[in-house]
């Protein structure tokens, strides 16, 4: 059973920060991927950065140099450091998991997703 909570949303005008957080319980935590994805009013679910288990990150394009994810295995939680954030970042944000994968991105791979927290960015 995994369970996923995210906190540190928020609003923030443009050209702010936050950083986002995901508590994760697992059963185990070993092999896996983990991932942000955002979903905006009337778009689909979108990839927006991934982490595997040994640090490997991959990033959408579209926050590349601005977003930075991270995870604690010691205290099982995921990061997402937003910087520089533009108001077409507003969306509601989720956490994702997958176990025994390195490919998390794409929203048919991830096999648990919290709940979300919303980030609105003011222009």
């Known amino acids: 059973q995994v369970r996923l909570v995210e906190s540190g949303g928020g609003s923030v005008p443009a050209g702010g920060s936050l950083r986002l957080s995901c508590q994760a319980s697992?059963?185990?935590?070993?092999?896996?991927?983990m991932a942000w994805f955002r979903q905006a009013p009337g778009k689909g679910r979108e990839g927006v950065a991934q982490?595997?288990?040994?640090?490997?990150?991959t990033y959408a394009t579209s926050v590349k140099e601005r977003f930075t994810i991270t995870g604690d295995s010691s205290q099982r939680t995921l990061y997402l450091k937003m910087d520089g954030l533009k108001p077409e970042d507003t969306a509601m944000y989720y956490c994702?998991?997958?176990?025994?994968?390195?490919?998390?991105?794409?929203?048919?791979?991830?096999?648990?997703w919290g709940q979300g927290t919303q980030v609105t960015v003011s222009s």
């Open positions: 994702a998991y997958r176990q025994n994968s390195v490919l998390c991105l794409n929203p048919d791979q991830p096999n648990y």
């Open positions: 697992l059963d185990t935590f070993s092999y896996y991927c």
């Open positions: 982490i595997t288990n040994w640090g490997d990150a």
